[in-house]
């Protein structure tokens, strides 16, 4: 409390702990960075360069494993994917595997007639369904974090507890979790959510959730936050409790209430850490296998397919590994596309 | 005394609403455990059955001997155990390294591509795996799944560790490299240990990913010798009429063994999670 009195970087023992900070006074938010060890470790030179050569090479000795490792079984691998997309893969006729076709992947996949509206009814679902989906579980995800910051909590000792509780749903299994909403949307009396729905008289009857195209979308998206908006609310629970109380209580003192104060205050202070999750969210969401397989397979009729799950029908209900990966190289550039926006625009 | 009186209100409401999304998270777990325990007749009965008329065993044992999941057991135990203990074990050095020698040339760009690689489309792997493990026969063992999903856990190991290892000052070292320890000493003797809670969270979460994936299961593995709960849960739906109270009790089998290595860990999971979300 003390600290708020000085502004600039003052460090802070954590007695109970054992732990010494380097403190930022939030003038606004404190950057999401670790600076602090940085610049510690610029200010002692002995650590820094060493005598020679040997002391260099330390940092090089702890990275190789990774470095090794991510390089065989992550990049090289990925980039097989775009080789394979040029090559025959068809695995029912397996003389012909590995023999070089040209575009010809691409064509099937993408021009021909036979696949390719599949291949953009999954690309115009995926869209949606990232954006629907993470926006969704968002807004859920905030709610829930203005809810765990409120002061009641707090004074009862039942901080540490509400998180715990909250990321229940988040550790669950996604296979596990995803059957048990399959569960849920039952149309028997093992469906709870129509039985519900049905006795308080919302439902005239019940509803299949997962076939009936107006609701499919609803139900996914709603089973996919049950699973996702724990994290995004901790994420955001963590962010609002470094705003400092001042700005509330100033705001108050102007008369400003609720909403307000979300508004003008939380939500402007907790983006640099919000637009990160974000797009991390998007972006796993876009390429998130799982939770559809479960829920739908992509049906009814292909009416929720997406792109990692007609990778996957490509690959292996087609057994044409190469159509696969030239849908896959495409996943590819767009992840690559994505990353690179995200470190060049939205780096806080 | 006006004041008084609506504070309480907002607090009430604030509880309220907690209590309502905490039954949004925990009813559907409760109900997925009580079908569990159903027999025909409560399914049949046409009405919602909270809580089974008489409790059985029954899906349980379905599950074990006729549904072979406790051979699925053992071998998603032996595949997130494998991949835990090797993620970490390549993971925390590599952490340390980020950690400390940050200002290095090239540490920033390296330590960026790897938060790249976690938002790398899982499913694009396993395309090349499914050819490349064929030739070196890794194809279908547990081997080849505990190396599939250690490129999904390093990226993740790799930054829970790191956020921790920011939190731990560089001084600790220092005094002890002063006092004669080399800087492998110092790692050992004193900074892992104070690093244990980022170790149990990242173990955590590693365990929990590689539990739970099914598509690298479902492309890489063939035989029962080999197959996940998430496999053996998914493949339910393959069957036309399958019966939901054994489904249940596979999904029960899945879900009780990481909620109770959660609640054990909790204490320093929730703390790596938010340091891990914020701090990265």
Request: some cysteine; hydrophobic content about 55%.
């Amino acid at each position: 409390m003390a600290a708020e009195e000085y502004s600039g970087e003052i460090l802070r023992v954590d007695l109970t702990n054992r732990k010494l900070e380097r403190f930022t006074v939030p003038e606004e938010i404190p950057r999401s960075s670790m600076g602090g060890i940085d610049s510690l470790l610029r200010s002692m030179p002995f650590l820094r360069s060493g005598k020679g050569a040997r002391r260099n090479m330390t940092p090089f000795l702890f990275l190789l494993p990774l470095i090794v490792v991510e390089f065989s079984i992550i990049i090289f691998p990925l980039f097989t994917i775009l080789r394979m997309s040029f090559q025959s893969y068809f695995l029912l006729e397996p003389q012909k595997v590995g023999t070089w076709v040209g575009l010809q992947n691409y064509w099937r996949v993408f021009v021909d007639n036979l696949n390719a509206p599949l291949t953009f009814l999954s690309l115009r679902n995926s869209i949606f369904w990232s954006f629907a989906n993470t926006t969704f579980r968002f807004v859920l995800g905030m709610a829930v974090a203005v809810l765990l910051n409120r002061s009641i909590f707090e004074r009862l000792k039942l901080t540490g507890l509400t998180r715990v509780l909250i990321l229940t749903s988040w550790i669950t299994p996604g296979v596990a979790g995803m059957t048990i909403w399959r569960l849920v949307y039952q149309s028997t009396n093992l469906g709870l959510l129509n039985g519900i729905l049905v006795r308080l008289r919302i439902l005239s009857g019940p509803v299949a959730w997962l076939e009936n195209p107006s609701v499919i979308w609803l139900s996914c998206i709603v089973a996919s936050a049950w699973k996702g908006f724990p994290y995004v609310a901790i994420a955001l629970t963590a962010a609002m409790a470094t705003i400092s109380r001042h700005y509330y209580d100033s705001a108050a003192v102007d008369g400003a209430t609720g909403f307000r104060k979300f508004w003008h205050i939380t939500f402007p202070l907790i983006l640099p850490v919000a637009i990160p999750v974000y797009v991390m969210e998007l972006m796993w969401t876009f390429n998130n296998f799982l939770q559809i397989y479960v829920l739908t397979r992509g049906g009814p009729a292909d009416s929720t397919m997406v792109l990692p799950i007609q990778v996957f029908k490509y690959a292996f209900e087609f057994d044409e590994l190469g159509m696969a990966s030239a849908l896959g190289a495409f996943m590819l550039v767009v992840a690559l596309a994505s990353i690179y926006l995200q470190q060049r625009y939205l780096r806080y | 005394m006006r004041r008084k009186t609506k504070d309480m209100v907002t607090d009430a409401i604030s509880i309220a609403l907690f209590i309502a999304v905490a039954a949004f998270i925990f009813v559907p777990i409760l109900w997925i455990i009580s079908t569990s325990f159903m027999t025909r007749q409560d399914l049949a009965s046409g009405e919602i059955v909270w809580i089974p008329m008489q409790p059985t065993l029954r899906s349980y044992v379905n599950v074990i001997y006729r549904d072979q999941f406790l051979r699925y057991f053992v071998n998603s135990t032996i595949v997130a155990v494998g991949v835990t203990l090797l993620s970490l074990a390549i993971a925390y050095p590599a952490a340390y390294a980020f950690s400390r020698y940050m200002h290095m040339k090239g540490m920033a760009t390296l330590s960026t591509s790897v938060m790249a690689l976690w938002a790398m489309p899982a499913v694009l792997l396993i395309l090349p795996y499914f050819i490349i493990f064929q030739t070196v026969r890794l194809y279908d063992t547990h081997l080849g799944l505990i190396i599939a999903y250690v490129s999904l856990t390093l990226p993740i190991s790799v930054w829970t560790l790191k956020g921790f290892f920011a939190g731990i000052p560089v001084d600790l070292e220092e005094a002890a490299m002063v006092d004669g320890c080399t800087r492998m000493g110092a790692l050992v003797r004193i900074v892992f240990p104070t690093t244990l809670p980022g170790v149990a969270s990242a173990a955590l979460l590693a365990f929990s990913n590689a539990w739970q994936d099914l598509v690298l299961a479902l492309a890489l593995t063939s035989s029962e010798a080999v197959r996940t709960i998430p496999l053996g849960i998914s493949m339910y739906f393959g069957y036309w009429g399958y019966y939901w109270p054994d489904v249940a009790a596979a999904c029960v089998f899945s879900i009780m063994p990481i909620l109770v290595l959660y609640y054990v860990l909790q204490r320093f999971f929730v703390r790596g999670l938010t340091m891990g979300a914020v701090k990265g």
